[in-house]
């Protein structure tokens, strides 16, 4: 592949697209393929051929809202069908031309204003399984760019410049940990792509799987190149079938184009990836419990220094990143560092993909500039509150994080401002919640999770979880005592400083976050034995789910 | 190599993505993979076979097999409920689901019905939080669930038995 060919084939998918008169892209995301979306483009494709029009019927990747699904986008007006059944199929076809369908649309154009997408831009726009659409929208420009006319240090300094920071969660400066592997000394050197997008309530790299896997595999050859490695692994957990079959594809076709093998973009550059399943482990999002599991191994962590960089997969140097930080490789290099910079805060450069998930009108997902305050995301993209309820808390940061209650609500979204606020950004999952979520019960909710996640090799992080778990209990139960809750402090303290890795250290979060806020309702559950949202035991509604959730 | 545990061609589908590792130890939980989708559960035959052939300790291999939630030492129902437990399915009654299901069937999560026709499972977030609360009806998601739809659709099972 030369850089002609590569124009090549993008000018000739253009042109290929600029045949038909219109374009119906359905969207064959998850959420949408669960409402049958498949059903319901077989039925376009057939109206289609019916009427003679010259419309071209396509499978695209997550269009955003999902519950609005199954979503058809309508090109090149830009009209957004929602709740498509494949009976509508007919008039769908008819209306190509002519005024849109009233009932079908959406009229979500605040959901999309405020948005920036980055990471998502080709999401909704083309087919992930098919390469040449996605050369066609300025796709493998920036690997090509950089194998040809780049050395590895300056794609190292262009990717420190533009301030990106791992997606993950974390934070780290991306430039920062791709010096490190690429200094250090080693005769093979990995790759690894983290897709074990175990936060409940997150759904950001499996959209990115599935809506767009080539970006993340072109993001991962540009840092193979930068780093001087030769193999990767993208490890994706086993509970995202589709988005594991979208990339078998992805690498296949990427594998045909020479963009992964030997000889890449015609210079001497060789890098293949391989798929690694994950098996139902939250611990194996923590990068030295992932590379255990990748070398066959129990997921379980292991303390750092050395960290991947120096002594990862197979004690060789690693690089590991998440699948949102390799997709927001390529547009940088292609841009310049520069223009990447200019969007989001002083510290948190760019844009962050978000799901938008809970006691909120439009669930789905988003990607917005970083800086944008959660009152906007919520109350403009999102479209606030259903059901006349108020709003309470957003949950960002999973099991990790916190709840974030109205009083923060003018927050920019940024790394640090999350974590003043008892939180963290996480990989980006938003879960809003109303008056009727306790949040004593929240709390437990997720001790039960880090409780029953935990991987059992350190001792504050296998004991402290369950106990903290069995007080929360207590209190949901109306049973506490003040003295309980002392203990329940303190526990918080011990299991927070002394555990071995990010789950343990970080488990007490929603205790701590929920208790800064909230602590009028942990005393109304030990005081008055009174769950003011009526969901606990020990309140006004009984619930028998208590004792299953034990 | 071990010989293989019997005539099933299963075992030779076990065998080969073992062989396509070049029977690497790394290869153990891909290997499990493959035994746990070819026969729906790992048995002590094929954790033994798997073992063996990859030169890993039994002991290790058996460690592996219940550290990861997703391998399962004994079959399913012919039928399979998953209730997601997600963070944005719990908000939105996920829990009353479960509630409901385990009322129904009379077993717990984890287990299956005496006529081994339904098993009841849980699930961490299958991020189709979109869609919550959502559950995996034999591994096919339906989101926006109420509880009175998934007792029509385990009664469903129930009568086609």
Same mark, same amino acid.
């Given at each position: 592949m030369t850089s002609e060919e590569l124009l090549q084939i993008a000018e000739t998918t253009v042109a290929e697209r600029k045949e038909f008169d219109y374009e119906l892209n359905v969207c064959m995301a998850l959420g949408c393929m669960s409402q049958h979306s498949d059903k319901v483009k077989a039925a376009l494709t057939e109206e289609v051929a019916k009427s003679g029009k010259r419309c071209h019927v396509r499978q695209t990747g997550c269009i955003g809202p999902?519950?609005?699904?199954p979503l058809v986008s309508v090109g090149p007006t830009g009209t957004l069908y929602g709740? =498509? #059944?494949?009976?509508d199929a007919e008039a769908v076809v008819a209306s190509l031309g002519g005024d849109p369908v009233e009932r079908l649309q959406t009229h979500l154009q605040h959901y999309f204003e405020g948005q920036h997408p980055i990471?998502?831009?080709n999401s909704g726009q083309i087919?992930? %399984?098919k390469i040449d659409e996605f050369i066609g929208r300025g796709g493998y420009l920036a690997l090509m760019q950089v194998l040809t006319q780049m050395t590895p240090q300056e794609v190292v300094e262009q990717i420190s410049r533009s301030g990106l920071r791992g997606?993950?969660?974390?934070? @780290? +400066?991306t430039g920062l940990k791709w010096g490190t592997v690429a200094k250090a000394v080693g005769a093979q050197k990995y790759v690894i792509c983290n897709?074990?997008?175990?936060? +409940?309530?997150?759904f950001m790299d499996r959209s990115v799987l599935e809506s767009n896997p080539q970006r993340v595999i072109e993001g991962m050859a540009i840092a193979a190149y930068a780093v001087g490695a030769t193999k990767g692994y993208v490890y994706v957990r086993a509970e995202y079938p589709l988005a594991i079959s979208r990339l078998t594809v992805s690498l296949r076709e990427a594998r045909r184009r020479g963009?992964?093998?030997?000889?890449?973009c015609g210079t001497t550059f060789a890098f293949d990836i391989e798929i690694r399943i994950g098996?139902?482990?939250? =611990?194996?999002? %923590?990068e030295t419990a992932l590379i255990a599991s990748i070398e066959g191994l129990r997921g379980q962590p292991r303390s750092r220094p050395p960290y991947p960089a120096v002594s990862?997969?197979?004690g060789s140097p690693t690089l590991i990143n998440n699948v949102e930080t390799f997709a927001n490789v390529a547009p940088i290099l292609r841009n310049g560092p520069e223009w990447y910079s200019n969007i989001g805060t002083a510290k948190s450069k760019g844009t962050k993909v978000f799901a938008l998930t809970g006691k909120i009108a439009n669930t789905g997902l988003i990607e917005v500039p970083m800086g944008m305050t959660l009152r906007q995301i919520i109350f403009e993209i999102g479209g606030g509150i259903p059901g006349g309820h108020k709003f309470k808390a957003v949950q960002t940061g999973g099991p990790s994080g916190g709840c974030i209650p109205e009083?923060?609500?003018d927050l920019p979204v940024s790394y640090e401002s999350l974590i003043d606020a008892g939180s963290m950004m996480g990989s980006g999952g938003m879960i809003v919640m109303d008056d009727t979520s306790c949040m004593v019960n929240v709390a437990r909710y997720f001790m039960e999770f880090c409780m029953s996640e935990?991987?059992?090799?350190?001792i504050p992080c296998r004991t402290g979880t369950a106990q903290m778990f069995n007080l929360l209990t207590k209190i949901c139960n109306g049973e506490a005592t003040h003295a309980d809750l002392d203990l329940l402090v303190d526990l918080c303290d011990v299991v927070k400083n002394t555990s071995l890795c990010g789950l343990g250290m970080t488990a007490p979060n929603p205790v701590l976050s929920t208790l800064r806020y909230f602590k009028d309702e942990y005393l109304a559950h030990i005081?008055?034995?009174?769950?003011p949202a009526g969901v606990?035991?020990?309140?006004?509604r009984v619930v028998a789910a208590e004792e299953v959730m034990a | 190599m071990p010989p293989l545990p019997s005539d099933d061609k299963r075992w030779k589908i076990v065998n080969g993505t073992m062989r396509r590792h070049g @029977?690497?130890?790394?290869a153990l939980i891909e290997t499990l993979h493959t035994a746990q989708a070819s026969f729906g559960y790992l048995d002590e035959v094929a954790i033994r076979f798997v073992a063996k052939s990859l030169h890993v300790p039994l002991s290790q291999a058996y460690g592996v097999v219940t550290f990861y #939630? #997703?391998?399962?030492?004994k079959p399913a129902g012919k039928h399979t409920c998953t209730v997601c437990l997600g963070t944005a399915c719990y908000i939105k009654g996920a829990d009353k689901l479960l509630a409901e299901a385990q009322k129904h069937l009379g077993i717990k999560p984890g287990e299956t019905t005496p006529d081994n026709n339904i098993s009841l499972m849980t699930a961490r977030? =299958?991020?189709a939080c979109g869609r919550a609360p959502v559950v995996l009806e034999d591994n096919e998601l339906v989101g926006l669930m109420h509880p009175d739809q998934l007792v029509q659709k385990l009664e469903g099972w129930a009568a086609d038995d």
């Amino acid at each position: 592949m030369t850089s002609e060919e590569l124009l090549q084939i993008a000018e000739t998918t253009v042109a290929e697209r600029k045949e038909f008169d219109y374009e119906l892209n359905v969207c064959m995301a998850l959420g949408c393929m669960s409402q049958h979306s498949d059903k319901v483009k077989a039925a376009l494709t057939e109206e289609v051929a019916k009427s003679g029009k010259r419309c071209h019927v396509r499978q695209t990747g997550c269009i955003g809202p999902c519950a609005a699904g199954p979503l058809v986008s309508v090109g090149p007006t830009g009209t957004l069908y929602g709740n =498509v #059944h494949e009976d509508d199929a007919e008039a769908v076809v008819a209306s190509l031309g002519g005024d849109p369908v009233e009932r079908l649309q959406t009229h979500l154009q605040h959901y999309f204003e405020g948005q920036h997408p980055i990471v998502l831009e080709n999401s909704g726009q083309i087919d992930p %399984e098919k390469i040449d659409e996605f050369i066609g929208r300025g796709g493998y420009l920036a690997l090509m760019q950089v194998l040809t006319q780049m050395t590895p240090q300056e794609v190292v300094e262009q990717i420190s410049r533009s301030g990106l920071r791992g997606r993950g969660g974390g934070g @780290y +400066p991306t430039g920062l940990k791709w010096g490190t592997v690429a200094k250090a000394v080693g005769a093979q050197k990995y790759v690894i792509c983290n897709g074990d997008e175990g936060d +409940p309530g997150a759904f950001m790299d499996r959209s990115v799987l599935e809506s767009n896997p080539q970006r993340v595999i072109e993001g991962m050859a540009i840092a193979a190149y930068a780093v001087g490695a030769t193999k990767g692994y993208v490890y994706v957990r086993a509970e995202y079938p589709l988005a594991i079959s979208r990339l078998t594809v992805s690498l296949r076709e990427a594998r045909r184009r020479g963009f992964l093998g030997s000889g890449i973009c015609g210079t001497t550059f060789a890098f293949d990836i391989e798929i690694r399943i994950g098996a139902g482990a939250f =611990v194996c999002g %923590e990068e030295t419990a992932l590379i255990a599991s990748i070398e066959g191994l129990r997921g379980q962590p292991r303390s750092r220094p050395p960290y991947p960089a120096v002594s990862g997969l197979w004690g060789s140097p690693t690089l590991i990143n998440n699948v949102e930080t390799f997709a927001n490789v390529a547009p940088i290099l292609r841009n310049g560092p520069e223009w990447y910079s200019n969007i989001g805060t002083a510290k948190s450069k760019g844009t962050k993909v978000f799901a938008l998930t809970g006691k909120i009108a439009n669930t789905g997902l988003i990607e917005v500039p970083m800086g944008m305050t959660l009152r906007q995301i919520i109350f403009e993209i999102g479209g606030g509150i259903p059901g006349g309820h108020k709003f309470k808390a957003v949950q960002t940061g999973g099991p990790s994080g916190g709840c974030i209650p109205e009083q923060h609500l003018d927050l920019p979204v940024s790394y640090e401002s999350l974590i003043d606020a008892g939180s963290m950004m996480g990989s980006g999952g938003m879960i809003v919640m109303d008056d009727t979520s306790c949040m004593v019960n929240v709390a437990r909710y997720f001790m039960e999770f880090c409780m029953s996640e935990s991987c059992g090799k350190c001792i504050p992080c296998r004991t402290g979880t369950a106990q903290m778990f069995n007080l929360l209990t207590k209190i949901c139960n109306g049973e506490a005592t003040h003295a309980d809750l002392d203990l329940l402090v303190d526990l918080c303290d011990v299991v927070k400083n002394t555990s071995l890795c990010g789950l343990g250290m970080t488990a007490p979060n929603p205790v701590l976050s929920t208790l800064r806020y909230f602590k009028d309702e942990y005393l109304a559950h030990i005081e008055n034995q009174h769950c003011p949202a009526g969901v606990c035991a020990c309140g006004s509604r009984v619930v028998a789910a208590e004792e299953v959730m034990a | 190599m071990p010989p293989l545990p019997s005539d099933d061609k299963r075992w030779k589908i076990v065998n080969g993505t073992m062989r396509r590792h070049g @029977y690497a130890r790394n290869a153990l939980i891909e290997t499990l993979h493959t035994a746990q989708a070819s026969f729906g559960y790992l048995d002590e035959v094929a954790i033994r076979f798997v073992a063996k052939s990859l030169h890993v300790p039994l002991s290790q291999a058996y460690g592996v097999v219940t550290f990861y #939630h #997703h391998f399962s030492l004994k079959p399913a129902g012919k039928h399979t409920c998953t209730v997601c437990l997600g963070t944005a399915c719990y908000i939105k009654g996920a829990d009353k689901l479960l509630a409901e299901a385990q009322k129904h069937l009379g077993i717990k999560p984890g287990e299956t019905t005496p006529d081994n026709n339904i098993s009841l499972m849980t699930a961490r977030c =299958v991020g189709a939080c979109g869609r919550a609360p959502v559950v995996l009806e034999d591994n096919e998601l339906v989101g926006l669930m109420h509880p009175d739809q998934l007792v029509q659709k385990l009664e469903g099972w129930a009568a086609d038995d």
